[in-house]
């Protein structure tokens, strides 16, 4: 198609063109991209409500050995489409999610000899974009590298901004800065952003598949631009046409609730591939863990051994009692002996140890209503594990499993494997290495009817829509680092800006639920940084469908009352709303039950103590509920008096507006259930 017939296209979808630029608005002309070539170098800038959000910003690629993909295009066609479908999740924050957007693809063809064509595809959503490139199958491009992926965002100030480094040894695992954007060198997304109007932004990528996950780099004043980790020889992508990259993509709301309750990432995942869900189910789980991240037991075996048959069983039997779904079993297989996080060492995946009858314990699960948690610590040892993972899922399979944590514990480069020569070469986590590590340890377990829990992993781009199986994850700071961090572990503020930066992501594996907030026992420079009710807040704020009760099962028995939030609190849900938010202050979330009619509400606070008003509105009207609540009581304070907690019901309905008292680092968590 000549640009002749380009113009008649523009014309007949009444496409604005603006001098050589072609436009897509959301369904809702809420946000606006433009795209142009200049001299054949193609560029895009994106409006909200017709206010610049990413100045002209420059698209391309560099490659090895090969022409550069950045120049001397020309527009070849140009489709322009609309979409709106109603679709169904397996599992959730949100049953029914509505992809409804305007898409315009913009096929270029370079003017040179080679006639190489490239299609950027930019899909307008109301609450942001996604724009991802697509090179096709053609004669003069077949394998490639990229060394440089172009993408630029060239935002409009130096607005506020929370973010963690990337390309640091310990992965995700850091608490976030709130700096200008000034300050911000090379970083992880979700990269969030406050502008001076208060508009909210989060960068980040959807459907990472055999590609690099990206970093964002600032190269000068406002600026970002991809930088993807790369191979051991420099190589970002090693790829061949046809391919498509990930979406990059910006979310957007004017209030920062408005990106909790945003599914573009999901929106732009391909949809379901595994035929039969039905062994894909949401759930809670306990397990022998804690015990051994305060030092009470170990993980390898010796006197203090934690995963042995006799107390795996006392684990069921307490799972079993309190309903819950699966019990993890850590340090079960040979390997943990010696400094385990350190070295990369070679774990068994299919011997246990001699005191921990694996079969045996299995099988007590299931004649009990319970299933093992399978755990897998490679410990970044990724051929050790590959060698063995075909085996060890059949073995978990065999034995009723239905849901594996897998582990990846090591330094940031610390993955080793030799190519043809021999050449020991050091992989980032977060590389094409382990993308596609990772995409054949899903697809395997999918064979094996088994969901994924993934520690250390690579982010969420919102892969559990194509694959229900990859269930959760954790690849953030999560509760561990308050049984053994450096200065406390996560200081009050951290969950207050988790909801805004990793948990818009996906669901995190975050592992709330401890009621007993010191150990000193074993850790007296470590203790849990909230109030008790803030602690059962979490089980709503962050989303996970495979949802740990992560105490001592004597620490439950010691509070029954206060437990019975943790057994009622599902794991999946129908619906979320977000009442309140402010990054790194507070927030409230509601959800409603997949399963029931009953609401959950979870508000949490930071070292701040405030009063929040919530409006009952979203109750169904004209119906009366019994609100069961759990807050902080008079004297609560996170330092002197954390465990100071109210449980009491109150008849409620929608027309009701209660006030939520949150005590310093403290919290609120409410189950409404119909009268
Ligand atoms: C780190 C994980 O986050 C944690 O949950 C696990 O217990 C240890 N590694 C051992 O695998």
Do not use: C
């Amino acid at each position: 198609m000549n640009y002749f017939h380009f113009l008649l296209i523009a014309i007949f979808f009444i496409l604005p063109v603006r001098g050589d630029s072609l436009s897509v608005y959301s369904p809702d002309n809420v946000v606006g991209v433009q795209f142009f070539l200049v001299e054949g170098v193609p560029y895009y800038s994106v409006q909200r409500f017709g206010r610049d959000v990413v100045q002209k910003s420059r698209l391309g690629f560099e490659l090895q050995d090969i022409p550069d993909l950045k120049t001397g295009f020309t527009i070849n066609d140009v489709t322009n489409t609309h979409h709106d479908v109603t679709w169904k999740q397996v599992w959730g924050e949100k049953k029914y999610i509505r992809n409804y957007y305007n898409e315009l693809r913009i096929d270029l063809v370079e003017r040179g000899e080679l006639k190489r064509e490239m299609t950027i595809v930019f899909r307008a959503y109301d609450d942001g974009i996604g724009f991802r490139y697509e090179i096709p199958e053609q004669p003069a491009i077949g394998e490639f590298n990229i060394m440089n992926e172009l993408t630029e965002f060239a935002l409009t100030g130096d607005h506020e901004a929370w973010w963690i480094g990337a390309y640091q040894w310990n992965r995700f695992e850091y608490l976030y800065e709130n700096t200008p954007l000034s300050e911000v060198d090379t970083v992880h997304t979700h990269f969030t952003l406050r502008t001076e109007n208060d508009l909210y932004l989060s960068f980040h990528e959807a459907a990472v598949v055999d590609y690099s996950t990206m970093a964002l780099e600032r190269t000068h004043d406002y600026t970002l631009q991809v930088n993807l980790f790369p191979w051991a020889d420099g190589v970002k992508v090693r790829t061949a046409a046809p391919m498509v990259t990930p979406w990059r993509t910006i979310q957007m709301a004017d209030d920062p609730g408005g990106l909790i309750t945003s599914y573009l990432i999901l929106n732009l995942n391909e949809s379901n591939k595994i035929e039969d869900t039905t062994w894909i189910k949401p759930g809670k789980y306990v397990g022998i863990w804690w015990e051994m991240h305060i030092g009470k037991s170990t993980w390898e075996i010796g006197p203090n051994h934690g995963a042995t048959t006799e107390n795996a069983k006392r684990y069921i039997d307490f799972a079993a009692e309190h309903n819950f779904d699966h019990v993890l079993v850590e340090g079960w297989n040979k390997g943990w002996e010696g400094d385990w996080y350190a070295d990369g060492v070679v774990f068994d995946f299919t011997t246990p140890y001699p005191d921990f009858d694996l079969a045996g314990v299995a099988q007590y699960a299931l004649d009990n209503g319970v299933r093992i948690m399978g755990h897998h610590e490679t410990s970044a040892n990724i051929l050790n594990y590959e060698e063995q993972m075909e085996d060890a899922f059949a073995l978990y399979e065999e034995l009723g499993v239905r849901a594996v944590k897998t582990g990846y514990v090591g330094h940031g480069t610390e993955i080793v494997w030799y190519d043809e020569d021999d050449n020991e070469n050091h992989e980032w986590h977060h590389g094409q290495f382990m993308v596609e590590h990772h995409q054949r340890v899903v697809e395997l377990a999918a064979k094996h009817r088994i969901s994924l829990n993934v520690h250390e992993g690579v982010k969420d781009t919102g892969l559990r829509r194509t694959w229900p199986n990859l269930m959760t994850r954790e690849v953030a700071r999560g509760q561990e680092y308050n049984a053994w961090g450096g200065e406390g572990g996560n200081p009050p503020d951290h969950v207050v800006i988790l909801p805004f930066t990793r948990n818009l992501s996906g669901p995190f594996d975050y592992t709330p639920g401890i009621v007993e907030l010191h150990y000193d026992e074993y850790r007296p420079d470590n203790r849990i940084n909230s109030t008790l009710a803030g602690e059962l807040a979490l089980y709503v704020i962050i989303h996970s469908p495979l949802q740990m009760a992560a105490d001592l099962p004597e620490n439950y028995e010691a509070r029954p009352d206060v437990f019975q939030f943790i057994k009622d609190v599902p794991a999946d849900w129908y619906d979320t709303k977000v009442l309140h938010a402010s990054i790194g202050n507070y927030v409230t979330i509601i959800r409603k039950d997949h399963n029931s009619d009953d609401w959950y509400l979870g508000s949490i606070t930071d070292e701040n103590g405030r009063i929040l008003e919530a409006s009952l509105s979203f109750l169904d009207a004209g119906k009366e509920y019994v609100a069961e609540i759990y807050r902080d009581g008079k004297n609560a304070d996170w330092i002197n008096n954390p465990y100071d907690i109210v449980i009491e019901e109150k008849v409620v309905d929608s027309s009701m507006t209660m006030q939520l008292r949150l005590a310093t680092s403290g919290g609120q968590a409410i189950r409404f259930r119909p009268l």
